[in-house]
């Protein structure tokens, strides 16, 4: 299995901007990598993936604020985040996944088989 790195959270005021990276230990050409996050309290809930044929998914309450890519001569998986909010305070984490043949593969936790440790992101008002 792969492993996965995170970097890139901090403290940051609402507005602003973060840049997350998932480095990966392996080569991610062939993975769906996703971004995950859980705030206190909560349940692990999707954020953002990419496939391997560099198809991207966003949850609604992201889309048009972040996007994610990827460099696979790097191993590494990026979300740049624009316009943070409060609400996206969380720790994030990064997941890969080596079968996406179900249509709704990155939306599963199931899906992925390695996890990174999380970085965390708080967004002050």
């Known amino acids: 299995q792969v492993q996965l790195v995170e970097s890139g959270g901090g403290l940051v005021q609402a507005g602003g901007s973060l840049r997350l990276s998932c480095a990966a230990s392996?080569?991610?050409?062939?993975?769906?990598i996703g971004w995950f996050r859980q705030a206190p309290g909560k349940e692990r809930r999707f954020v953002a993936a990419?496939?391997?044929?560099?198809?991207?998914y966003y949850t609604d309450s992201v889309k048009g604020r972040f996007t994610i890519s990827r460099d696979n001569a790097k191993n590494t998986v990026y979300l740049q985040m624009n316009s943070l909010k409060p609400e996206d305070t969380a720790v994030y984490y990064c997941?890969?996944?080596?079968?996406?043949?179900?249509?709704?593969?990155?939306?599963?936790?199931?899906?992925?088989?390695?996890w990174g440790l999380g970085t965390q992101v708080t967004v002050s008002s």
């Open positions: 990419i496939s391997s044929g560099d198809n991207r």
């Open positions: 392996g080569r991610t050409r062939s993975l769906g």
């Open positions: 997941a890969a996944c080596g079968n996406q043949w179900r249509s709704n593969w990155y939306l599963l936790v199931t899906e992925y088989n390695s």
